[in-house]
């Protein structure tokens, strides 16, 4: 009787059927990787929009188009003026800031006595009028960004992992920590804090709420400006791109619990690896729809977010 490993035809299958596995498993790190890299910019568009809800509880639907200006910013000083990378990363995330405190200024200050349904809309409103001014500025032609780092990819079980991910969520990470650690170590991230606890008591105790105001949304819009150039080298930039990248932050921070620092960074991750899964082993087509279906399923399963309701609170 011959034995299995005696056949050649046999043995030969089994070769193709480790090789078929070893492939898939090289896949589907590749793709973890891939949503690794992606699940940390949606994390800070997430974390911006977390800190700003516990800061003032308001929701600002036009996050995206301030990632969008932060993509365009480094497109125009780093790409066209050729500015250096670190110059023309700190003066777009500045610009951007002062353009948050602008329109916290001229649109949320001068509407701070109507209830929470029209400041949403006037988010709504000024998304739409920055979309434009990108349109007017920019144009409608998408731009591309080279990569931030030259070296050569890493190989990891077979599957490629390029510096610039790694620079991407470890400047992430960084970020996080930095506005973890100014809430929780410094006076007056703990005045922002107490701002959204209690603004009355706050302003009893000698608290200017109306500049803690301004300065979360410095902060927020600033991270937004920050996720903008850390995607501007992944995919292309355009006037247009806030919208959609702006939603799928607020996913993540709804999938995180909204008001979680840590939980909104968590909700990115996640949205950012099931949809590169979702994207490379069922359709292309889904990417954008999974982080919807993922928010359904959450919102239905756990309302509350990853995190439970009095966790959502916390920094």
């Not at 498993?25 to 793709?31: A, G, N, S, V």
């Not at 500049?211 to 501007?232: E, H, K, N, P, Q």
């Not at 999938?255 to 840590?262: D, N, Q, R």
């Amino acid at each position: 009787m011959i034995k299995n490993q005696d056949n050649p035809l046999i043995m030969k299958i089994m070769v193709q059927k480790k090789c078929k596995i070893r492939k898939k498993m090289q896949e589907l790190l590749q793709y973890i990787f891939s949503g690794i890299t992606t699940g940390a910019i949606y994390a800070v568009i997430a974390v911006g929009l977390s800190m700003l809800y516990s800061s003032t509880e308001l929701i600002n639907f036009s996050h995206g188009e301030f990632v969008m200006l932060g993509a365009m910013g480094i497109v125009t000083l780093w790409v066209h003026m050729a500015m250096p990378l670190y110059v023309a990363f700190f003066l777009t995330v500045g610009a951007v800031s002062l353009m948050g405190l602008l329109f916290e200024r001229l649109a949320i200050r001068t509407a701070k006595n109507t209830g929470p349904i029209a400041l949403v809309i006037i988010t709504v409103g000024a998304s739409i009028f920055l979309r434009g001014v990108g349109m007017i500025a920019w144009g409608k032609d998408p731009f591309s960004v080279p990569a931030f780092s030259s070296h050569d990819s890493i190989e990891i079980a077979g599957a490629a992992l390029l510096p610039q991910s790694i620079l991407i969520v470890a400047a992430a990470l960084v970020l996080a920590g930095g506005i973890h650690f100014f809430f929780k170590q410094t006076l007056t991230g703990k005045a922002m804090v107490a701002c959204a606890v209690n603004r009355k008591a706050a302003w009893l105790s000698g608290i200017p709420s109306s500049t803690m105001g301004i300065l979360a949304f410095m902060i927020s819009t600033g991270t937004g400006a920050a996720a903008g150039v850390f995607i501007a080298p992944i995919t292309m930039s355009s006037y247009d791109m806030g919208t959609m990248l702006g939603l799928k932050g607020f996913c993540a921070a709804m999938i995180g619990g909204l008001g979680s620092l840590w939980g909104a960074f968590a909700g990115g991750l996640l949205l950012g690896i099931i949809e590169a899964l979702g994207a490379g082993l069922i359709s292309s087509a889904l990417k954008d729809a999974i982080a919807f279906i993922l928010l359904l399923l959450i919102l239905y399963i756990r309302p509350g977010g990853l995190f439970s309701a009095k966790e959502a609170k916390r920094f």
